[in-house]
């Protein structure tokens, strides 16, 4: 059996005295696609907060590919292939398009790679290359921080809520680029709100509530259990 | 005509050292959000370090100016970032401006105390070696200053859009969090800025140094004309920053050639930075409100009114008896005290109260002194007259900066501090240059309080009404909607309530309260002149109303006390006058994150004994009594006026 990429071991973390995780276990497989789910303030965000090193843990272990990494820097994780794309829109609005393509080699591939990769699954942005990245619109703006998911090559891809303010139409549009990333390999954590649009490129599901995992499986039994589990029926 | 095309250029060579400067403190802001004030301050220490290089040391001017530039000066900015300014970006604009003003007077003296004064000299570059061009001499100095200005600008430009570190720059001021999540190192871009901030501070400071020689407050002062043009540039753009530079530049160069030599308009040549200053930050458009800024101040506690009505009573009685005790002299500096306190006083309505940072409150307390000697009034209507004009002043100078807020409201200040030290105070109708005012005591229906000691302690129980005044009206309505709108602007904006108006009768009311301040001042020493109001004291002030609880009453007195002693401590061991500046400059550094600042311990020392006392005392009490009801308010009152008696007399 294989070392999970992502491995995740009674993680607690609180802000101040509050605590939002409450003991986490949860295991990602190697070149698998995992939804979180859960309803608002389960702690989903603060948990790809605390794997993608800009929050630190109370107590807990996270390995990444079999390699302890807590209190590494998210910087540091980045460079060696940790790829996050933060909730809202993650691109600077004041640098251009192609800036931004620019400081997406900060993970290790060079410039002109990235500006290919870009470009070349999203021809728009090579059109609005030289627009300032906050003029565009919210779905452009996503595809744009998708870019980097799909240039920068990396083991693992925490996305945190994708859909996050955008039509269904697109919100589709971008689950599909979500898909071709985890064909090319790619292992990806996907938080999601909205249940059925996730599961559907999802191998695997976990659902999230009061700060731990209640449940995991394969998409079809969580989404039948879903409502019990949030509504509080099983846990 | 031909004395024009001279003038211009050489209006174009000094702006062109301004240019260098100012492009410095724009990097740094576009990079790191903080204005650093001290930017000039770093010139002028940078400058003596060069000097240090090649008159003492006697090393080669080339090989000086690559250390300075190449290697102390971004040695310092990478320091400063590392321990000092980080993170001040995203807090509250008043903390970053407390910190570096903190940092441009422990510059200043620490420049004194490493350097102490002594004329020195600092030659311009190939001095004697120029041109002939047309009618005018261009020497050797002017156009190495011309080309590292072309140098620097070009430099810049390539670094910020045609690297990726510089894209990178310009990415962290947006979201330092995601560029780490790009695998960028924030900290590292950040202190990269810093450092090429600091090398350009010193080549401007370096090359200027021959023109405004080697003086601590001219070199500092040259920040001014670094802000205004970095203010034409609305602080972000390159090119007008240069463009403002060279305008100030040539500006002044005609100043020098047409404006008369005498008479009142001549006193505008100095100020003419200031007031550029002034026009710009007026005429901008207006600066955007910050969203989200609310980050807990958590403020001092306000004392209930038994606790602050107890400790003003103490604070007259150990007054009463600390005037009847000293040596006569040392009355007098109790009165000084007083007039601190009380300008600090209105600070703290200001600042720790309103959030609104002001570096001209000494300026007020002048324009209160100015107007309590010319009205020659001496009783209690002219001295709340001069109140009243001080706070008029107070209100027009908020007047035309209405709608800015933090650094601009603050740049506005200054300038005006400036203008008012430079040309006002030393006009004909006022102080005259040089000169002083004569002002009497003050009398009361009739009576006329002559002794020192009575004044001052009439001093200390204006200071205390001032102060219970305040508090009163904190406790209100006002204060409520002083602190909502310090702590959230947009907020109060979508409650419906209009704060403009607002703001000048809060800037109107603590220029009033300087004003009275230096009205009381005037009565205290007799006469009065434009050396008692420098704007350089409104730094001082500020800083040390921060570093000793800009929030409280307590804080305000502790902090007067300490402006007070401060040149007492400076007179005693001259040789220390310098550390002693660093001191206080460098300790605002440490504690300006906390506007509560030393008070707050004091409060905590205060709450402490309680916690330990109280219980132990009342229990004894208890037993003496039947009933030990009254006793706490008895136990509350002395706690905190041990601490202040023991301040007041330390």
């Not at chain 2, 070199?219 to 753009?237: D, P």
């Not at chain 2, 008369?260 to 007031?275: C, K, M, N, Q, Y």
């Not at chain 2, 306190?341 to 002001?358: D, R, W």
Request: glycine share 12%; aromatic share 8%.
């Amino acid at each position: 059996m294989s070392v999970p990429i992502l491995d995740v071991i009674d993680l607690h973390a609180a802000y101040g005295r509050i605590e939002v995780l409450r003991g986490v276990d949860l295991s990602v497989p190697r070149g698998a696609v995992m939804a979180l789910l859960g309803p608002n303030g389960a702690g989903k965000s603060t948990l790809v907060k605390v794997i993608s090193g800009q929050k630190e843990a109370t107590s807990g272990d996270i390995h990444l590919a079999g390699v302890h990494v807590q209190g590494a820097a998210s910087d540091a994780l980045a460079r060696v292939g940790l790829c996050t794309i933060p909730e809202g829109r993650s691109v600077f609005p004041n640098l251009t398009v192609e800036e931004n393509l620019v400081l997406m080699s900060y993970a290790g591939v060079p410039a002109a790679a990235v500006l290919d990769t870009a470009y070349g699954y999203f021809p728009r942005l090579h059109e609005r290359r030289h627009q300032l990245a906050g003029t565009m619109s919210g779905g452009e703006q996503q595809m744009l921080a998708m870019s980097r998911a799909l240039a920068s090559d990396p083991a693992l891809l925490l996305l945190d809520e994708l859909s996050m303010g955008l039509a269904p139409l697109i919100v589709d549009e971008l689950y599909e680029t979500v898909a071709r990333i985890a064909e090319s390999g790619v292992s990806i954590l996907c938080i999601e709100q909205f249940a059925r649009t996730a599961l559907r490129v999802a191998d695997y599901a976990a659902v999230m509530s009061g700060g731990r995992i209640v449940a995991t499986g394969e998409p079809g039994e969580i989404l039948d259990t879903m409502a019990d589990v949030i509504l509080g029926g099983a846990a | 005509m031909s004395s024009l095309f001279a003038f211009t250029l050489l209006g174009l060579f000094t702006g062109a050292a301004y240019a260098i400067m100012a492009s410095g403190l724009v990097l740094t802001y576009t990079t790191t959000r903080v204005f650093n004030i001290a930017h000039g301050a770093f010139g002028m220490f940078l400058a003596f370090v060069f000097w240090d290089f090649t008159q003492r040391q006697g090393l080669p001017t080339v090989l000086s100016l690559v250390l300075v530039v190449g290697v102390v000066a971004p040695a310092i900015g990478w320091f400063i970032q590392r321990f000092v300014t980080r993170g001040l970006g995203e807090g509250p604009v008043s903390v970053a401006l407390v910190v570096t003003v903190g940092l441009l007077v422990g510059l200043i003296g620490l420049a004194q105390q490493i350097w102490p004064p002594e004329p020195r000299v600092l030659l311009p570059f190939w001095s004697g070696t120029g041109w002939q061009v047309g009618d005018t001499f261009v020497t050797a100095h002017q156009l190495v200053t011309l080309v590292c200005a072309i140098a620097v600008a070009f430099g810049l430009y390539l670094l910020l859009s045609r690297t990726r570190i510089g894209t990178a720059m310009r990415a962290s001021v947006d979201n330092p969090e995601l560029l780490k999540l790009f695998g960028g190192k924030p900290d590292r871009v950040a202190a990269l800025s810093w450092a090429i901030g600091m090398s350009l501070a010193a080549l401007g400071g370096i090359l200027l140094t021959p023109v405004v020689l080697l003086d601590y407050y001219a070199l500092t002062l040259l920040v001014i004309n670094a802000y205004a043009a970095a203010m034409l540039g609305r602080l972000k753009s390159l090119p007008m920053t240069f463009a403002g530079a060279m305008i100030l530049g040539v500006l002044e160069s005609w100043a020098v050639g047409y404006l008369p030599t005498d008479g009142f308009l001549a006193s505008f040549r100095p100020v003419i930075p200031a007031l550029f200053l002034f026009a710009i930050v007026v005429l901008m458009p207006q600066a955007q409100l910050r969203i989200g800024q609310v980050k807990g101040i958590v403020t001092a506690p306000v004392p209930t009114m038994r606790l602050s009505l107890g400790s003003g009573t103490g604070l007259l009685v150990a007054a009463l008896l600390l005037v009847n005790v000293v040596a006569p002299n040392q009355v007098l500096l109790i009165g000084v005290a007083a007039t601190y306190a009380m300008v600090m006083l209105s600070l703290v309505l200001l600042t720790g109260y309103g959030g609104h940072v002001s570096l001209a409150q000494f300026t007020f307390a002048g324009v209160g002194a100015l107007a309590y000697a010319k009205l020659d009034e001496p009783n209690l209507f002219g001295l709340l007259l001069s109140a009243v004009i001080a706070a008029a002043v107070g209100a027009l100078v908020a007047l035309p900066v209405l709608r800015l807020t933090g650094l601009y409201l603050a740049l506005s200040t200054m300038a005006f501090a400036v203008l008012m030290d430079k040309v006002v105070f030393n006009a004909e109708f006022a102080f005259k240059f040089n000169g002083t005012l004569a002002a009497d005591r003050l009398s009361i229906l009739g009576m006329r309080i002559g002794s020192d000691t009575a004044y001052v302690w009439f001093m200390v129980l204006a200071f205390v009404l001032l102060a219970l005044g305040l508090l009163v009206l904190r406790r209100g309505a006002l204060g409520r909607l002083l602190i909502a709108m310090r702590d959230s602007p947009s907020a109060c904006g979508t409650l419906g309530l209009d704060l403009r108006w607002f703001r000048v009768g809060l800037f109107a009311l603590s220029a009033g309260v300087a004003g009275l301040a230096g009205g009381l001042f005037a009565g205290l020493r007799g006469t009065v002149g434009a050396a008692d109001f420098l704007y350089f004291q409104s730094l001082l002030v500020l800083l040390l109303a921060v570093v000793f609880g800009a929030t409280s009453v307590t804080g305000a007195l502790l902090g007067g006390t300490a402006l007070m002693l401060l040149p007492e401590f400076q007179a005693a061991s001259p040789s220390m006058a310098g550390l002693l500046f660093a001191v206080i400059g460098f300790g605002a550094v440490l504690l300006g994150r906390d506007p509560n600042g030393i008070a707050n311990h004091v409060f905590r020392i205060g709450r402490w004994l309680r916690s330990r006392i109280a219980p132990g005392l009342e229990g004894r009490l208890q037993g003496l009594l039947p009933r030990g009801g009254g006793s706490d308010g008895a136990v509350d009152v002395p706690l905190v006026d041990i601490a202040v008696d023991v301040e007041k007399v330390g």
